[in-house]
């Protein structure tokens, strides 16, 4: 686009409004005072205001009509699809919602693994002494039956066939509580573990009989597994963990 300059080539602020206000061949400019100038243009060519002036910038506009301006505003002074924006940032939004979502519950299923493995026997599956004393922080209450039980010569299986052998009886022992128990059950550690249920009387009798004795059998050997039993049941009032053991230890 071209124009002429007054006489002398001086073109002040005013002339120049006025200049952009009149001159149709030139693309309207408005100005934004709140982001400042973002139209700029390294190039201009201005005329001095004379007949040679004047021929020499129309030739400068035919010339200019000549080219396909249109690609070029295109490129260069394209209007902003603010629907488009606004519906990538809601798109990056949710992708951002969504993406916090899973990492809590990444988060929080790692957590719950690493507390279950915590609370978790890792040899026999039963829930382990810290599980025990977590559950029952406040005590066991007077209602709720208590066995407490080992196994009879343990070591002497540890000694004889191998700590193996002795891994394999215990995780049998385990899977005859968590077939025949009703409640719940522990493995304090060792040969060691609590049973705490509801059953009293014969229904007790009938629970513990596959777990007081019963046959432990592999390629190898034949053995027949007895435990020691101690129950305590209808106490007066709620005890402590220890003190209820301790009752349930004296009556095996």
Same mark, same amino acid.
């Not at 019963?214 to 597994?225: A, P, V």
């Given at each position: 686009m071209t124009t002429t300059l007054p006489e002398g080539g001086v073109l002040n602020q005013s002339n120049y409004n006025k200049m952009l206000q009149d001159n149709d061949a030139l693309l309207p400019i408005v100005e934004d005072k709140l982001i400042g100038n973002f139209h700029q243009s390294s190039l201009g060519f201005g005329f001095v205001k004379t007949e040679k002036g004047q021929v020499i910038a129309d030739l400068f506009t035919s010339a200019i009509n000549l080219i396909?301006?249109?690609?070029?505003?295109? +490129?260069? @002074?394209?209007?902003? @699809?603010?629907? +488009?924006i606004i519906k990538k940032e809601k798109h990056l939004t949710q992708i951002i919602i969504w993406s916090l979502i899973l990492s809590s519950l /990444?988060?929080?299923s790692v957590i719950w693994y690493v507390y279950l493995q915590s609370i978790i026997d890792n040899l026999t599956k039963l829930k382990n002494r810290r599980a025990l004393y977590q559950k029952y922080s406040r005590g066991i209450p007077s209602a709720r039956t208590v066995v407490y039980l080992d196994i009879n010569n343990f070591?002497?299986?540890n000694d004889t066939y191998g700590h193996q052998t002795g891994d394999e009886v215990l995780k049998l022992l385990a899977k005859q509580i968590s077939t025949y128990w009703s409640g719940q059950s522990f493995r304090l550690g060792g040969d060691e573990f609590v049973l705490?249920?509801?059953?009293?009387?014969k229904q007790l009798e009938l629970l513990l009989a596959p777990i007081r004795s *019963?046959? *432990?059998?592999? @390629?190898?050997?034949? /053995?027949?597994?007895n435990t020691s039993v101690g129950v305590s049941l209808d106490r007066e009032k709620t005890m402590k963990v220890d003190?209820? /053991?301790?009752?349930?230890?004296?009556e095996m």
């Open positions: 396909d301006t249109d690609p070029i505003i295109n +490129k260069y @002074d394209s209007q902003i @699809d603010w629907r +488009k /990444l988060m929080i070591k002497t299986i705490i249920g509801s059953a009293k009387g *019963f046959h *432990f059998i592999d @390629d190898r050997h034949n /053995l027949m597994i003190d209820v /053991l301790h009752v349930a230890d004296i």
